[in-house]
């Protein structure tokens, strides 16, 4: 039985051999390897880097974009034995020096020259690291006299393969050498509410979560399979599902060459399973209700039929009801004039996607299920290798996360608070015993911070532990479950609700421009750059139209009662988003307190706690 990632690897290799293995989109064109040449590059890697002084146990940092020679970095270090730690490319100088200098790196292989010089920066303050290599060649120069630490990647793989020609079973002895108790990566909270965590990942941890995904029935994933994976390697999820679980089942991954291209990428490379987040599923259905919108009156009553029909079919599905000869007769129409569009928007062939992160919309699942693509959702985290719960392809219930995956026992505490136990969780957080004593439970079980119940065996997520808020009144409110109400309007891109300790609710909004757009030619609002409509009072007047239409479907004390819009859009660059698309509260609600403040501030002169008509930034509150 295969014990450690770098068993699967080797055996994949040999397994497909000839067969395209994993390929990335560049300016255009793909760069495809097969499973015989993955392997001998990742060898020449790990070969390289341990002629280079990396042994057993020492860490090797990866500071890039996806990209072939990350997964040839990835798989080669492990193959030497060394722990692998992804950074962000997001990351500044600073943070990046923090993590190389509390992982005690002693090597480093970076994207290009911007990546390098955030190295170079910081590199008086890094006595461990040692090697700096550059993934494009060419930019390896030309930074002073610390360039005797620098080389090009493509110097690397030759230094590998020669030292592969002297010694040609030592790879291999590396490989063997490393134990399912090893660690295997150190992988870095966000440090949205305090200083970044290192998870430590051992390839126990690893293989349980690989076990453990191939027993399901029916299988997620088939060796005959293609995928398009287009979130960051570093993140956890990326990588333990596209990468190592792909990796396991022999997959053939097609790297997008950007998440702005990754429409167009999945259209060519037709794949049959997408690992999505909730942002992802949200912003196809807005598009798709943003193109119904503009359609003919005749266009839009047939959407709105076969759109029922959609969701009538997916419930029955849902509850394993039968599905009467009539009904299925009108699905075959509605799925021919409504449904099959977003079947070949992704290529056709998807079976299943995933939506885990954060609450999906029940109706845009109907609607995703209605087109042949069922989503799946799950939970999990970065201590517990990704994911810890998925909904089973044939076993599902929508606005639950599905139930614990095999070897993976939850349960609840006296709060509702979710605890995990299994070979999947993470061995505590790298040189912070204090913090990984708080993160267990006496018996052992991880302390998720989430809020859940079960229902008939399925986990339901309620909240974050720390984002529930508590008014001055009492009231406890989970402020995902409004944000995502007010997210089903395509308007609204982002909504952060606001509240604790406060009389009543309000939010900061970020608006969608191109539904903003479509929304002021409708209304024959006139305009040059959808951008100015935040500052046209006719635009904030349909703005707060919308605001009060959602708060109809909110009991009284949930209703948003003010609210700012943002102007500059939430992004991972910007440092609002993480990686996956999900909102940093803490980071935002940092940026803009005196812009929330000013929302509460007239309270003591009897302000009323209305929904204002149109409030907007202002420069001077957001330079």
Same mark, same amino acid.
């Given at each position: 039985?295969?014990?450690?990632?770098?068993?699967?690897?080797?055996?994949?290799?040999?397994?497909?051999?000839?067969? #395209?293995?994993?390929?990335?989109?560049?300016?255009?064109?793909?760069?495809?390897?097969?499973?015989?040449?993955?392997?001998?590059?990742?060898?020449?890697?790990?070969?390289?880097?341990?002629?280079?002084?990396?042994?057993?146990?020492?860490?090797?940092?990866?500071?890039?974009?996806?990209?072939?020679?990350?997964?040839?970095?990835?798989?080669?270090?492990?193959?030497?034995?060394? /722990?692998?730690? $992804?950074?962000?490319?997001?990351?500044?100088?600073?943070?990046?020096?923090?993590?190389?200098?509390?992982?005690?790196?002693?090597?480093?292989?970076?994207?290009?020259?911007?990546?390098?010089?955030?190295?170079?920066?910081?590199?008086?303050?890094?006595?461990?690291?040692?090697?700096?290599?550059?993934?494009?060649?060419?930019?390896?120069?030309?930074?002073?006299?610390?360039?005797?630490?620098?080389?090009?990647?493509?110097?690397?793989?030759?230094?590998?393969?020669?030292?592969?020609? =002297?010694?040609?079973?030592?790879?291999?002895?590396?490989?063997?050498?490393?134990?399912?108790?090893?660690?295997? @990566?150190?992988?870095? @909270?966000?440090?949205?509410?305090?200083?970044?965590?290192?998870?430590?990942?051992?390839?126990?941890?690893?293989?349980? /979560?690989?076990?453990?995904?191939? +027993?399901?029935?029916?299988?997620? %994933?088939?060796?005959?399979?293609?995928?398009?994976?287009?979130? $960051?390697?570093?993140?956890?999820?990326?990588?333990?599902?596209?990468?190592?679980?792909?990796?396991?089942?022999?997959?053939? *991954?097609?790297?997008?060459?950007?998440?702005?291209?990754?429409?167009?990428?999945?259209?060519?490379?037709?794949?049959?399973?997408?690992?999505?987040?909730?942002?992802?599923?949200?912003?196809?259905?807005?598009?798709?209700?943003?193109?119904?919108?503009?359609?003919?009156?005749?266009?839009?009553?047939?959407?709105?039929?076969?759109?029922?029909?959609?969701?009538?079919?997916?419930?029955?599905?849902?509850?394993?009801?039968?599905?009467?000869?009539?009904?299925?007769?009108?699905?075959?129409?509605?799925?021919?004039?409504?449904?099959?569009?977003?079947?070949? *928007?992704?290529?056709?062939?998807?079976?299943?996607? #995933?939506?885990?992160?954060?609450?999906?919309?029940?109706?845009?699942?109907?609607?995703?299920?209605?087109?042949?693509?069922? /989503?799946?959702?799950?939970?999990?985290? @970065?201590? %517990? %290798?990704?994911? =810890?719960?998925? +909904?089973?392809?044939?076993?599902?219930?929508?606005?639950?996360?599905?139930? $614990?995956?095999?070897?993976?026992?939850?349960?609840?505490?006296?709060?509702?608070?979710?605890?995990?136990?299994?070979?999947?969780?993470?061995?505590?957080?790298?040189?912070?015993?204090?913090?990984?004593?708080?993160?267990?439970?006496?018996?052992?079980?991880?302390?998720?911070?989430?809020?859940?119940?079960?229902?008939?065996?399925?986990?339901?997520?309620?909240?974050?532990?720390?984002?529930?808020?508590? #008014?001055?009144?009492?009231?406890?409110?989970?402020?995902?479950?409004?944000?995502?109400?007010?997210?089903?309007?395509?308007?609204?891109?982002? /909504?952060?609700?606001?509240?604790?300790?406060?009389?009543?609710?309000?939010?900061?909004?970020?608006?969608?421009?191109?539904?903003? &757009?479509?929304? *002021?030619?409708?209304?024959?609002?006139?305009?040059?750059? $959808?951008?100015?409509?935040?500052?046209?009072?006719?635009?904030?007047?349909?703005?707060?139209?919308?605001?009060?239409?959602?708060?109809?479907?909110?009991?009284?004390?949930? @209703?948003?009662?003010?609210?700012?819009?943002?102007?500059?859009?939430?992004?991972?660059?910007?440092?609002?988003? #993480?990686?996956?698309?999900?909102?940093?509260?803490?980071?935002?609600?940092?940026?803009?307190?005196?812009?929330?403040?000013?929302?509460? &501030?007239?309270?003591?002169?009897?302000? *009323?706690?209305?929904?204002?008509?149109?409030?907007?930034?202002?420069?001077?509150?957001?330079?």
């Amino acid at each position: 039985m295969e014990q450690t990632i770098n068993d699967v690897f080797k055996n994949r290799a040999e397994r497909y051999e000839n067969r #395209t293995a994993v390929e990335k989109k560049n300016n255009g064109a793909w760069d495809s390897v097969s499973w015989r040449q993955y392997y001998e590059s990742a060898r020449s890697v790990g070969l390289a880097l341990h002629a280079l002084g990396i042994t057993k146990g020492d860490r090797v940092a990866i500071l890039s974009e996806n990209r072939l020679e990350w997964l040839f970095t990835d798989m080669g270090s492990l193959g030497a034995g060394a /722990v692998v730690v $992804p950074i962000y490319t997001t990351l500044t100088s600073d943070e990046v020096g923090y993590v190389l200098d509390n992982a005690g790196a002693k090597a480093i292989v970076v994207e290009d020259r911007s990546q390098r010089d955030k190295v170079l920066a910081c590199l008086k303050d890094l006595p461990n690291l040692e090697q700096i290599i550059v993934m494009d060649n060419g930019e390896a120069g030309d930074g002073g006299e610390t360039m005797d630490r620098v080389m090009g990647f493509q110097d690397l793989c030759e230094l590998g393969r020669q030292k592969q020609a =002297a010694s040609p079973d030592l790879f291999q002895g590396l490989s063997q050498a490393v134990e399912p108790g090893d660690l295997a @990566t150190i992988v870095y @909270t966000s440090g949205t509410t305090g200083v970044p965590k290192g998870a430590m990942i051992t390839h126990k941890n690893i293989m349980a /979560v690989m076990h453990s995904l191939s +027993s399901v029935k029916p299988q997620y %994933c088939y060796d005959t399979d293609q995928v398009v994976p287009f979130l $960051p390697l570093s993140h956890v999820y990326e990588r333990m599902t596209d990468h190592f679980f792909g990796m396991y089942t022999g997959v053939t *991954a097609s790297f997008a060459e950007s998440i702005l291209e990754f429409a167009r990428d999945v259209k060519e490379k037709r794949p049959h399973v997408i690992q999505a987040v909730p942002r992802v599923c949200e912003k196809v259905y807005q598009k798709i209700l943003e193109q119904v919108d503009q359609a003919p009156p005749w266009k839009q009553k047939i959407f709105k039929w076969g759109h029922r029909i959609g969701i009538e079919i997916s419930g029955l599905r849902e509850q394993k009801k039968s599905i009467s000869p009539l009904l299925h007769l009108k699905y075959k129409l509605a799925y021919f004039l409504v449904f099959k569009k977003l079947a070949q *928007a992704l290529g056709g062939r998807v079976r299943w996607m #995933t939506a885990s992160g954060a609450p999906t919309s029940r109706e845009i699942i109907l609607f995703f299920n209605a087109a042949g693509i069922t /989503v799946v959702e799950g939970y999990g985290m @970065t201590e %517990c %290798c990704a994911p =810890a719960t998925m +909904s089973r392809l044939d076993d599902y219930r929508i606005g639950t996360v599905g139930q $614990p995956i095999p070897g993976v026992d939850i349960k609840l505490a006296d709060d509702g608070e979710i605890l995990i136990k299994g070979d999947n969780l993470f061995t505590g957080y790298w040189k912070m015993e204090k913090a990984t004593a708080e993160a267990f439970t006496q018996d052992g079980y991880l302390m998720s911070g989430d809020i859940g119940e079960f229902e008939d065996g399925f986990l339901k997520i309620t909240d974050r532990k720390k984002d529930l808020i508590i #008014t001055s009144g009492g009231k406890n409110i989970a402020p995902q479950k409004i944000e995502g109400l007010f997210k089903f309007d395509p308007l609204f891109e982002h /909504v952060i609700v606001i509240g604790e300790r406060r009389k009543f609710l309000t939010a900061l909004l970020n608006i969608n421009l191109e539904q903003a &757009a479509l929304v *002021a030619k409708k209304q024959g609002i006139p305009f040059d750059q $959808p951008q100015k409509l935040l500052e046209d009072h006719r635009f904030l007047d349909v703005v707060a139209e919308h605001m009060a239409e959602r708060n109809t479907h909110l009991a009284r004390y949930e @209703t948003i009662k003010r609210y700012r819009i943002i102007r500059h859009p939430f992004s991972p660059e910007g440092g609002e988003l #993480t990686v996956s698309l999900k909102l940093k509260r803490n980071v935002i609600l940092e940026r803009h307190a005196e812009l929330i403040d000013s929302m509460y &501030a007239d309270l003591n002169r009897g302000g *009323a706690k209305t929904l204002a008509p149109r409030y907007t930034e202002t420069e001077e509150e957001n330079p």
